[in-house]
């Protein structure tokens, strides 16, 4: 039983150490990839691996090169490649015009090219009839030159993967598809295509490969071909080959008589490596054997804890002997659960334990059976697969024949195909060291030097680092490839028991000593941490390190081995995934939320020293115009622009400041500390003349001109915390905007008492939807030429229960902000509809009438249905209808309003430009309008008897309105003197006092009766 753990901890410590990738710091070799092309290239986690990136490997010498391996498509790799923005991929297909643009090395291989066609496919293909037929290749492969330029086809479908190629052939997207048969038969294996697809055309093309290199780099061309040439002389090339391809190419046994002699090497190199390894069996050796045997176990313990492969040991009736750690994890039982029972009655279901139980006479026949999957169930009754690989191992060491089965847990595997080859290889891998390890253990040798040799080489090439101290002696030992990034020759416990602490980061020294001596007196055996070591550059690097203590009879620390993994990589992804948590990606600046701690803060430490402090709130204004005009990446350009020159003008100031960005456009501004609150007021306006300065945007080679608005607050006096100042300085920044934007405003308690009556009144608002509150006031509209009531129009009034009516002026701009505006502006037209269909019962029916629309509500999604229905609810004629808006509102998303106004306009209802000549709309806009009418506003009416300029622009209104088929609407007037002026200059319609101010429906139901006021 012991001699078999030994066997088995011993074959896991080979398979860990040769699976490591060797670093190297030397020159930088770009290697690029396809990353679809299994098994020659392919990407699983962001990670790259395939037979190719194997091959590179093994030919660049981690002592002289740092091989950087990247992927893409074989389209941007290929263009890569000829500009030199890399400098080696492959193997490729030699190609005459591929010679042109790179340099080759020297054939490797070859390549068949074939055409495969679905089994069902019954037509005839030939290179003669090809064009005929709906041919599929992968873009920018060899296969496409070969089809345009030898084959002369030029109506072909290309495809980015293999693998797309094959599943357009299933769907019967294309009749054949020309492809590598050594690629073509690795997916028909790997995928079960075998029974689906099959080859019609063989070795049209057979073509050799070799690594292309970028012209930039020639000298490269002479390294590959010589340590080629080495790879394929001790046969290492070829059983890369094999573990690859000979599973699915039918060349591979072209090259069987170079194996033959590989073999003969291999063997030679087996029985020397041999020698070192019974060491562990040998009994009765001196001393010194025995203690480096015990070392050499203890380590190997510590790495096959970290195995990630199942091992087993079983007896042919399939009792378990041993039972790894991994297997633990794996199955949720304990070691002492199993041994001694059978596999089949733990881990197997029911239905199939027959059907395994024939699989261990098949292993006890064959003696080996690989490539096994199966399903297991857990301790959790959770299923979980493997794959197995077994092999029936006799030894004179062995009481018995046993199995040893290796696993990897590929449940995962099976939700995600794309894994599968990763795990073949590990598991073949794992089995063919454990073969090679049993092989050698039946081989006897006395050279322990040769064996301490070959450890040493096995460990100093693994990318880590390994130490081994030795507390009693004081003497430490590092191996891998890592150790050589650190200055490890400058400690020596002998002379300095503590100099390796100086390749630590001081900043990591305390806790570490803390953790280790903690780990001491607990006796802990195993001690994790991360930590920052000084590299021979001066640079720090972070690194985990994990550690095995082995103590004495009296608890106290005898030996230390550990593993330093280099943690650079993911600390820095960690750092900045930490970054995006609390910075903008856009312009670098602390986002919200780092802002809204920095002012906890800072509110805290004002309160206890009594300093004051303010924040800026800034919020560019109609920065929206910019995205919709220019685009977002303008938009975007224009942010980080502005916000690096106000950045630049804040490092100028003394005072102690903070700037960050908080919204989409808003940015904001702690300025700590200061001596006056004037101070703000500075910084305020130089902050509006960075904004008023042309601001200069590459992408549309021209500068742009803004405004904006800010808000500012003070603390500790307007807030006990960050919230209340937030909400206090957002006050003021809508008070800003409101006094028509490019302005400032510092809050004062006078607005936190309107922003309540400002709630105070949406929450009414919502209660008088529900409760029918609003009424409707109508004011006549009168033609001047004959002086009879024309239209109404529509006003609504709010009589608020106990308060009495609400004026417009001061519910109006609330229902805007909330957007009840919407609803409430349902509410009219209906009320309006209903009214003037009631009036038509009573005779009433030459009336209009005019209802005002929001342009929050004129934008809003299926308005047009909305009037639709409710005009056939009340069964009204469209044409007595006319909707007043304001220019702006009609300009504003000027293809959504063209577009409503169109459909409305065909119904028959009218529009009419409401306060013409406030707004600052293009003429160009309203041109192009569908609409019948403006209405000028009651500001030029009110100056016509004193103001030349008045009367000049009521003149000018008129005779523009006039020339484009308008109708105009005077609106405010109240004395005789202002009527006879609107007659003498051609108005069409009037409104005001002088006739009758609003008034409820019933009294404006009498004058539309006499169809005349008095006056």
């Not at 061309?221 to 890369?240: C, M, P, S």
């Not at 941490?529 to 985990?544: H, L, Q």
Request: hydrophobic share 40%; with cysteine.
């Amino acid at each position: 039983m012991k001699r078999t753990l030994k066997v088995i901890i011993i074959s896991i410590l080979l398979f860990l150490f040769t699976s490591q990738v060797a670093y190297c710091y030397h020159k930088t070799i770009k290697f690029q990839v396809d990353k679809q092309y299994p098994p020659f290239s392919y990407v699983i986690n962001g990670r790259v691996y395939g037979f190719s990136v194997d091959l590179a490997n093994l030919i660049f010498e981690p002592d002289k090169y740092f091989l950087s391996v990247s992927s893409d498509t074989w389209e941007n790799v290929y263009k890569r490649l000829v500009s030199g923005e890399i400098d080696i991929t492959g193997p490729i297909v030699i190609l005459e015009e591929r010679k042109k643009g790179v340099y080759f090395t020297d054939p490797i291989f070859t390549r068949h090219v074939g055409i495969y066609t679905r089994k069902d496919f019954n037509k005839d293909i030939t290179l003669n009839n090809l064009a005929s037929f709906k041919i599929g290749v992968m873009k920018s492969d060899y296969t496409e030159t070969l089809l345009k330029e030898r084959l002369k086809i030029k109506n072909y479908l290309t495809f980015q993967t293999i693998e797309d190629e094959f599943v357009a052939l299933l769907e019967g997207k294309v009749d054949a598809v020309i492809i590598s048969q050594e690629i073509a038969n690795y997916f028909l294996v790997k995928n079960n295509y075998a029974d689906q697809v099959e080859i019609k055309l063989k070795d049209i093309f057979i073509l050799e490969s070799g690594f292309g290199i970028s012209k930039k780099h020639p000298e490269l061309v002479d390294y590959v071909n010589t340590r080629l040439k080495e790879l394929i002389k001790n046969g290492i090339f070829d059983q890369l080959y094999y573990n690859y391809f000979s599973t699915y190419s039918p060349y591979y046994y072209e090259k069987k008589n170079r194996e033959v002699v590989f073999s003969i090497l291999y063997i030679l190199f087996i029985i020397i490596f041999a020698s070192s390894i019974t060491i562990f069996v040998m009994r009765g050796i001196n001393k010194r054997l025995q203690q480096g045997k015990e070392a050499y176990e203890k380590y190997a313990e510590l790495l096959a804890s970290n195995a990630n492969v199942i091992v087993l040991t079983l007896n042919l009736k399939g009792e378990i002997i041993y039972f790894n750690r991994f297997a633990e994890e794996v199955t949720g039982y304990k070691r002492e659960e199993v041994i001694g029972k059978r596999w089949v009655d733990i881990f197997i279901p029911e239905h199939k334990r027959e059907y395994i139980e024939k699989l261990f006479s098949e292993i006890a026949e064959k003696k080996v059976l690989n490539n096994f999957e199966n399903e297991i169930i857990t301790k959790t009754g959770d299923v979980c697969w493997i794959i197995w690989n077994n092999v029936v191992v006799e030894s004179p060491y062995l009481n018995e024949p046993l199995i040893i089965s290796t696993g990897l847990d590929i449940t995962p595997i099976k939700k995600n195909q794309r894994l599968l080859e990763e795990s073949y290889e590990e598991l073949e891998e794992t089995n063919q060291e454990l073969v090679n390890t049993l092989e050698i253990l039946n081989k006897q040798t006395e050279l322990l030097k040769e064996e301490e040799e070959r450890y040493k080489f096995i460990v100093e090439n693994i990318s880590d680092c390994i130490w081994e101290f030795d507390v009693a002696e004081k003497r430490i030992e590092f191996y891998g490839n890592l150790k050589d990034y650190f200055e490890t020759d400058k400690i020596n416990p002998k002379i300095d028991y503590y100099a390796w602490l100086e390749l630590y980061h001081p900043d990591d020294i305390k806790a570490l000593m803390e953790k280790i001596q903690r780990a001491f007196e607990l006796r802990d055996e195993k001690i994790e941490y991360e930590a920052r070591i000084k590299d021979k550059n001066g640079n720090y690097k972070w690194v985990s390190v994990h550690i095995k203590v082995f103590y004495d009879n009296r608890g106290k620390p005898e030996k230390l081995i550990g593993i330093n993994i280099d943690y650079s990589a993911k600390k820095e992804y960690e750092d900045r995934i930490k970054y995006l948590a609390y910075y903008d990606d856009l312009t670098n600046l602390p986002n919200r939320k780092l802002f809204e701690n920095k002012l906890s803060e800072l509110i805290k430490k004002a309160a206890q020293t009594g300093k004051i402090g303010a924040v800026i709130l800034i919020d560019i204004d109609n920065f929206k115009d910019i995205n919709d005009l220019y685009g977002h990446e303008v938009g975007d350009e224009y942010l980080r622009t502005i916000s690096q020159k106000i950045a630049e003008y804040l490092k100028g100031l003394e005072v102690q400041n903070y700037f960050s960005r908080v919204g989409g456009d808003e940015f904001a501004i702690i300025l700590n500390g200061l001596e006056k609150k004037d101070f703000v007021i500075e910084v305020c306006t130089e902050i509006q003349k960075i904004f008023e300065n042309e601001i200069f945007l590459e992408k549309i080679e021209r500068g742009l001109y803004t405004t904006v608005s800010m808000g500012i607050s003070f603390y500790p006096e307007d807030g006990r915390d960050s919230k209340e100042i937030l909400r206090n300085v957002d006050m003021a920044l809508s008070l800003a905007k409101e006094n028509g934007k490019n302005d400032f405003q510092i809050f004062m308690p006078f607005l936190l008492l309107k922003n309540l009556n400002k709630i105070e009144i949406e929450k009414n608002l919502r209660k008088a939807i529900e409760n029918d509150e609003f009424v409707l006031y109508y004011q006549p509209v009168v033609n001047l030429e004959n002086m009879e009531i024309h239209s109404v129009e529509a006003l609504i009034r709010w009589f608020l229960p106990q308060k009495g009516m609400v004026s417009p002026l001061e519910f109006i701009p609330v229902a805007e902000e909330s957007g009840l505006i919407v609803r409430i502006g349902e509410v009219v037209i209906e009320k309006a509809l209903r009214d003037l269909r009631d009036w038509e019962r009573k005779g009433i029916n030459d009336i209009h009438i005019a209802i005002n629309l929001s342009a929050r509500q004129f934008k809003t999604k299926y308005f047009e249905n909305t009037v639709a229905k409710l005009l056939e609810k009340y069964s009204v004629d469209p044409v007595k209808v006319s909707f007043e808006i304001t220019e702006t509102g009609a300009v504003e998303n000027f293809d959504v309003s063209l577009k409503i106004l169109g459909f409305l306009c065909q119904m028959g209802i009218k529009f009419l430009i409401d306060d013409f000549g406030t707004g600052y709309s293009s003429l160009i806009y309203l041109r192009k309008l569908p609409i019948s009418g403006v209405k000028i506003d009651k500001s030029f009416i009110s100056e016509l008897m004193f103001s030349k300029e008045s009367r000049a622009i009521v003149e000018g209104i008129i005779l523009m309105a006039h020339k484009l088929g308008l109708k105009v609407v005077a609106e405010g007037i109240e004395n005789k003197k202002e009527l006879e002026i609107l007659k003498e200059i051609g108005c069409d319609f009037g409104q005001g006092y002088l006739f009758s101010k609003p008034i409820p429906k019933e009294e404006v139901e009498k004058l539309l009766l006499q169809k005349k006021v008095l006056m």
